[in-house]
C-alpha cells in the first residue's frame, strides 16, 4: 500500500476502537463557514486556516479540525454521548514548512460529565497509543484562570491576563508590566485643534481614560507575581504537583487534580507516570477550559492532545456550557512511530 493508503488505514482502526467504545461517528463537511470560527477567535484564525469565497455562502474554510462542526451538531443535546470521527484537516503554516498542511485526526468525545469524563478520553487515547514510545502530560487551565480571578487589581487587568493566557510570551510580559508602575496618561488634546487621523475624538478620549486608571492602579504585589510565576513554572511528576499546589496556596486546584488523578486510575492508569505541566497547551487553539493532555515522542510531532473544551459549548450556546471534552490521535505519527520501535 502507499503511505496515504497505510495511513487512511491505520485511521480507520483507531476509530474502529473509539466506537468499540461506544461512540457514534461524526461525519463533517471539508468545507466549513467560516462565520463560527471567526466570532469565536477573530482574524487571528485566519492565519492558521485556509479561507475561500463562495458566492453564495460567503467566506469558507477548509476544515481546521472537527471540534466546532462537532458542537454545532449536538448542540445542548443530551448527556453521555460519546462521538468518534476520522478525516484530514488542514493548517496554513506561515514560519515552519517541515510542518504539514493536510493531516488525518482521529477524534474521540464525550459530552456530559466531569472528571470521569476527562478521564474516560484520557483512557481511550493511552490506549489508542498503547506500546509506542510517547511520554504522557497531562495539564489543567483552571489552575491559572483561577490565580487570575483572585488577583488584587483591577478587572480590565484580570481580563487582559485571561485574554492573552494563551500566548505565553505575551502573557509573561504583561505581568511584568503590571509589575511596575504604569507611565501618566498623555493630556487631551484641546477642544479647538484641528482633529487629523482614523481615531475619533470619543476613541482618543475613551484611550486616555484608560490609560487614566492604569496609571492609578497600583502595581501586582510581589507576593502575587511571585504566585502567579511559581504557578506557571510547575512541570513534575503528577502526584508531587498536588502538593506544590497546596504549597502554594491553591487548594481547589489541588483537590480537583487529585480527583483526576483517581479518576485516571480508575482506568488502570498509573498517576506516577504522567507529567503535570501547568502551561501545557496554552499555544494550541482557544478551545480548553480545563482538564488537557498530550502524549508526545521526541522528534516527533505530538501523536494525541485533547482536553476540556465547556467554554467553547457556551460560546456556541448562547452563554450556557455544555460539558465537552475530546482527544485526537494522528494516524501517521502512529505509524512512524511504529516504524520507529520497529
Do not use: C
Request: avoid cysteine.
Amino acid at each position: 500500500m502507499t503511505l496515504k493508503a497505510n495511513i487512511r488505514a491505520e485511521a480507520e482502526r483507531l476509530r474502529a476502537g473509539f466506537e468499540a467504545r461506544g461512540a457514534e461517528v461524526f461525519e463533517a463537511d471539508i468545507l466549513q463557514p467560516a462565520g463560527a470560527l471567526l466570532d469565536l477567535y477573530g482574524e487571528d484564525i485566519r492565519a492558521r486556516a485556509f479561507v475561500t469565497h463562495d458566492p453564495l455562502r460567503g467566506e469558507m474554510m477548509l476544515r481546521p479540525d472537527f471540534t466546532v462542526p462537532l458542537v454545532q451538531s449536538h448542540g445542548s443535546g443530551r448527556d453521555g454521548v460519546r462521538y468518534t470521527y476520522a478525516g484530514p484537516v488542514f493548517r496554513r503554516q506561515e514560519d515552519d514548512d517541515t510542518r504539514p498542511r493536510e493531516y488525518i485526526q482521529v477524534g474521540f468525545e464525550v459530552f456530559g460529565g466531569g472528571v470521569d469524563a476527562d478521564a474516560e478520553v484520557f483512557a481511550a487515547m493511552a490506549e489508542a497509543v498503547a506500546g509506542l514510545p510517547v511520554n504522557p502530560t497531562i495539564g489543567d487551565f483552571g489552575v491559572l484562570t483561577s490565580a487570575i480571578e483572585t488577583l488584587d487589581t483591577t478587572e480590565r487587568r484580570k481580563r487582559a491576563l485571561l485574554r492573552h493566557i494563551w500566548r505565553p510570551k505575551r502573557f509573561d510580559a504583561l505581568l511584568d508590566r503590571y509589575a511596575r508602575p504604569a507611565p501618566p496618561p498623555p493630556e487631551a488634546p484641546p477642544a479647538d485643534m484641528v482633529h487629523v487621523g482614523l481615531r475619533s475624538r470619543e476613541d482618543i478620549a475613551e484611550r486616555i481614560a484608560v490609560l487614566t486608571e492604569e496609571a492609578a492602579t497600583a502595581p501586582l504585589s510581589s507576593g502575587d507575581l511571585a504566585r502567579l510565576k511559581a504557578l506557571e513554572a510547575i512541570r513534575e511528576d503528577a502526584p508531587k504537583a498536588v502538593e506544590t499546589l497546596r504549597g502554594l496556596g491553591e487548594d481547589a486546584s489541588a483537590d480537583r487534580l487529585s480527583a483526576t488523578l483517581d479518576a485516571i486510575a480508575a482506568h488502570g492508569i498509573d498517576p506516577a507516570g504522567l507529567t503535570f505541566r501547568t502551561s501545557f497547551g496554552l499555544t494550541s487553539l482557544e478551545y480548553y477550559s480545563g482538564f488537557v493532555f498530550g502524549f508526545e515522542a521526541e522528534g516527533h510531532a505530538p501523536v494525541a492532545t485533547g482536553g476540556r473544551y465547556d467554554l467553547l459549548t457556551a460560546a456556541m450556546n448562547s452563554g450556557t456550557p455544555v460539558p465537552a471534552v475530546g482527544g485526537v490521535v494522528r494516524p501517521e505519527v502512529v505509524l512512524a512511530l511504529k516504524g520507529a520501535g520497529a
